[in-house]
C-alpha cells in the first residue's frame, strides 16, 4: 500500500492548489512517502518539491484510505495524510513538472473541479473544525466516488 502525504497552505486568503494536467483536477500538492520517513518530513519534503516553498509547522488534519474498486476487486489501495499549514518560506516555483501551480482565493476552492473525497478533505480543512478527520473514499478505476466514511461521523 502506498502512502501519500500533502498540505493545504493558506496564505493571504488564498490556497495554494495544483492543477494535474491528466483530469485537470485540483489537488493540494503532496506525493508519495520515501521508506523510512515520518509523514511530516514527507510533506514538507514533497510539498518543497512540487512548488519550492518550504512549510512551517504544518499539522495534521486527517487521514484517509482511498480504495480503487473495479466490480467486487480491489484493484488499487493508498492511505493519504493531509495537513495545514499558514507559514511558509521560500520563493513559489515558476514551473513544477507535476501541474500548473495556483493561488485561488479560498471561496474559489470547492468551485475548482476535483475529485469528491479532495472536495470533502477541503470542506474539512477550511471550515475549521480543528478534529483530525478520520476517513475512507471508494472509487471506480475512473475516480467516480462510490462511498465515503468519516469518524468521527459528525464531520
Known amino acids: 500500500m502506498k502512502r501519500v502525504t500533502n498540505c493545504i497552505l493558506k496564505h493571504n486568503h488564498e490556497i495554494l492548489m495544483l492543477k494535474k494536467p491528466r483530469r485537470g483536477w485540483?489537488?493540494?500538492?503532496?506525493?508519495?512517502?520515501?521508506?523510512?520517513?515520518?509523514?511530516?518530513?514527507?510533506?514538507?519534503?514533497?510539498f518543497y518539491e512540487e512548488t519550492g516553498l518550504t512549510l512551517?509547522?504544518?499539522?495534521?488534519?486527517?487521514?484517509?484510505?482511498?480504495?480503487?474498486?473495479?466490480?467486487?476487486?480491489?484493484?488499487e489501495e493508498w492511505m493519504m495524510f493531509t495537513f495545514y499549514a499558514e507559514q511558509y518560506e521560500g520563493t513559489l516555483r515558476t514551473f513544477s513538472e507535476?501541474?500548473?501551480l495556483e493561488w485561488v482565493p479560498v471561496y474559489d476552492v470547492l468551485k475548482k473541479p476535483m475529485a469528491e473525497g479532495d472536495r470533502k478533505i477541503f470542506e474539512h480543512v477550511l471550515g475549521g473544525n480543528e478534529d483530525i478527520m478520520y476517513g475512507s473514499f471508494h472509487y471506480t478505476?475512473?475516480?467516480?466516488?462510490?462511498?465515503?466514511?468519516?469518524?468521527p461521523v459528525n464531520i
Open 141 to 151: 478505476p475512473e475516480y467516480e466516488l462510490l462511498s465515503q466514511y468519516f469518524d
Open 56 to 75: 512551517i509547522n504544518p499539522e495534521l488534519k486527517g487521514t484517509y484510505t482511498f480504495v480503487i474498486k473495479e466490480g467486487n476487486d480491489t484493484v
Open 26 to 46: 485540483y489537488v493540494a500538492p503532496g506525493g508519495k512517502m520515501e521508506p523510512g520517513e515520518t509523514i511530516k518530513q514527507s510533506v514538507v519534503r514533497e
Open 98 to 100: 507535476e501541474g500548473e
